[in-house]
Each structure stands twice: as C-alpha cells, then as structure tokens.
C-alpha cells in the first residue's frame, strides 16, 4: 500500500504565505506525477499544480505567479509555496501522486487533505 502525509494548512492573513508538503511512502516503483488540488465547500475538486517526473510543472490559472509546486531530492516529496494568499483560496487541499507499484502496476493515491483558511 501507499501512504501520503500532508501537513502545512492552517489560519493566515490575506496576503500571507504558506508552505504545505506531501511525503509518500510504501510499495512504490516509480513516482510519475505529483501534484496538489483544493475543494472548497459547495464547490468541485479542482487542480492547483501538477508535476511530473521530468520535472515538467502545471498550474492553474489562479495559482499562476502565486504558488509554486516542487519536490524534494528523494523525489517522494511534494511541495507546494503559497503566496500573495486571498480568502477565495480557502479550501481543503489535497496530494495527489501517480505511481508504479512496479514495472506493470500501476496506482493512484490521495492525501487525507490539509485545511487552508484564509481570513484575517
């Protein structure tokens, strides 16, 4: 099996910043992408920033120049820089990665969601 651990929300100001992260462990292979979504009350699941294995990033327009997506040297490791925050960012976030269980298995795994909430 794999496990995500995310850690990183909380209460911040407009205009402040926070850091969330996403470490995975378990049975796996070969990490293909990483990457974070958030959902908002009343609101579906959506992608705030992707990675994939050749480093290659993606971005929601809203995160665009705010947020930045990153892993650590392990490459089990994701991270996402949040900046300029607003309170229409407040949502659960969610970790996302695809991996390889090994050369033929393939899996996805979701984190159990950190809370960001924006207000002053």
């Known amino acids: 099996q794999v496990h995500l651990v995310e850690s990183g929300g909380g209460l911040v100001p407009p205009g402040g910043s926070l850091r969330l992260s996403c470490v995975a462990s378990g049975s796996i292979f070969r990490i293909t992408a990483m990457g974070w979504y958030r959902q908002a009350p009343g609101k579906q699941r959506e992608l705030v920033a992707l990675?994939?294995?050749?480093?290659?990033?993606t971005y929601a327009d809203y995160a665009k120049g705010r947020f930045a997506i990153s892993r650590g040297n392990t490459k089990k490791t994701v991270y996402l820089q949040m900046n300029s925050l607003k309170p229409e960012d407040t949502a659960t976030y969610y970790c996302n990665i695809d991996l390889l269980t090994d050369p033929a298995g393939y899996l996805e795994a979701w984190g159990q969601g950190t809370l960001v909430t924006v207000s002053s």
């Open positions: 990675v994939s294995d050749n480093d290659t990033t």
